[in-house]
């Protein structure tokens, strides 16, 4: 592999061709480390026309490091709300604690440092490195992957840790060779050439800036014609799906009284967030209402009618799906506990605003409001 004409091609590619974004403002190796750690952060599993308007809004309440860290976990799960892989947020929120603690509130320009933080990998680190302190350190995400498994003509499945780990070399050996103040762009120009030229369905070649003559060839797939083929991607698994069920729990007469929300635990999925309480149907359940009935006694330990569907919800995770059954429920007996959530409140439909929810719960909330302000709005619960 000719790294040092790949780089080169690269970073002059870039300077021409590469998007504007909101956390471009300074050419990449010369930014904000704060502003790429949360681009970056932000860009994981997401795609880039969503990540600019959560940015943008993020940059705007949590401008600095600082403020970020004197910040209240609910106050930036509200802010990633709808964004999902909401461990980020905490993790950026708990690294930003951490920086401000150990390094007087300046990100470290150091692996080591970087890789201690919680939420910060080889790839976030690298990204860092480079793009705010320009120094020849590799990254390697999805984009990147792609484009040099094609590079490489890579024929085994694109996981294979032995894969990863040529794959890791490679990147470094093209940063390496990127000329002096040029790493930062260089890594920017491989991730921008896998989200604009050598895309998943569809290798550009013919105005690929690494497509070079058949006599010196850059891309070895593209040469050999089977750029199409790669990269090898590892054969999925059947995605399991659960049917789930949930309660709107009404404190008294629906839309007329309180209703119930669970904060939910700290260190599982969605954490923190607040939610409508239900869970899983399993196989000793009757019928969904049975499942939201056991569900409300072992989470909550009260009782609760359960009365009209509100809404279902389909919703798919990265490793399985769910159908959501939200019901109106009533309290029936005993006192709300937090025996397996965090926290529980009481509160009106207006101030379901002021908490933290995850996608499919915000479906719930959109059905509640719709059923307030239909004129027939009291559903039988009970
Ligand atoms: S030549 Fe084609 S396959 Fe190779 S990197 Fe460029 S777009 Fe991708």
């Given at each position: 592999m000719d790294a040092r004409s790949i780089a080169a091609r690269l970073v002059a590619w870039h300077a021409e061709h590469q998007r504007d974004l909101p956390w471009r403002s300074a050419p990449a190796g010369f930014r904000d480390p704060y502003a790429v750690w949360v681009s970056e952060i932000m860009a994981q599993q997401t795609r880039i026309d969503t990540v600019?308007?959560?940015?943008?809004?993020?940059?705007?309440?949590?401008?600095?490091?600082?403020?970020?860290?004197?910040?209240?976990?609910?106050?930036?799960?509200?802010?990633?709300?709808?964004?999902?892989?909401?461990?980020?947020?905490?993790?950026?929120?708990?690294?930003?604690?951490?920086?401000m603690v150990e390094y007087g509130g300046e990100i470290p320009a150091n692996r080591q440092a970087l890789l201690a933080l919680p939420g910060i990998g080889p790839y976030t680190a690298g990204a860092i490195l480079s793009l705010a302190f320009n120094q020849p350190q590799p990254i390697l995400d999805g984009n990147v992957k792609r484009v040099l498994s094609r590079l490489a003509d890579i024929d085994r499945p694109i996981n294979d840790p032995s894969v990863v780990k040529e794959l890791w070399r490679k990147a470094a050996a093209i940063v390496e060779a990127a000329e002096p103040g040029a790493a930062g762009a260089c890594n920017e120009a491989l991730m921008e050439l896998g989200?604009?030229?050598?895309?998943?369905?569809?290798?550009?070649?013919?105005?690929?800036?690494?497509?070079?003559?058949?006599?010196?060839?850059?891309?070895?797939?593209?040469?050999?014609?089977?750029?199409?083929?790669?990269?090898?991607?590892?054969?999925?698994?059947?995605?399991?799906?659960?049917?789930?069920?949930?309660?709107?729990?009404?404190?008294?007469?629906?839309?007329?009284?309180?209703?119930?929300?669970?904060?939910?635990?700290?260190?599982?999925?969605?954490?923190?967030?607040?939610?409508f309480p239900g869970g899983k149907l399993e196989a000793g359940d009757a019928d969904l209402p049975a499942c939201l009935r056991r569900e409300i006694d072992e989470e909550l330990g009260f009782s609760i009618q359960v009365g009209e569907p509100l809404i279902t919800v389909e919703h798919a995770f990265t490793h399985f799906r769910i159908t959501l059954h939200a019901f109106h429920a009533r309290h029936a007996a005993g006192e709300p506990r937090a025996i397996d959530c965090a926290d529980w409140r009481w509160v009106t439909l207006d101030e379901l605003d002021g908490f933290p929810f995850p996608v499919t719960d915000q479906k719930i909330i959109a059905a509640l409001r719709q059923g307030a302000v239909s004129a027939n709005n009291a559903p039988a619960v009970g």
């Open positions: 600019v308007d959560y940015y943008v809004a993020w940059m705007a309440r949590f401008p600095t490091l600082a403020r970020l860290a004197a910040a209240d976990q609910q106050d930036i799960l509200k802010q990633w709300e709808g964004l999902g892989y909401y461990a980020r947020a905490r993790n950026l929120h708990k690294a930003a604690r951490q920086v989200a604009l030229i050598c895309t998943p369905a569809n290798s550009r070649c013919l105005i690929c800036p690494l497509h070079a003559p058949a006599a010196a060839p850059l891309c070895l797939a593209a040469d050999r014609g089977v750029q199409g083929e790669r990269p090898i991607m590892p054969k999925r698994k059947p995605t399991p799906h659960y049917d789930v069920a949930a309660g709107v729990i009404w404190q008294g007469a629906p839309y007329e009284s309180r209703l119930l929300i669970a904060q939910r635990a700290q260190d599982g999925m969605l954490g923190g967030l607040w939610e």
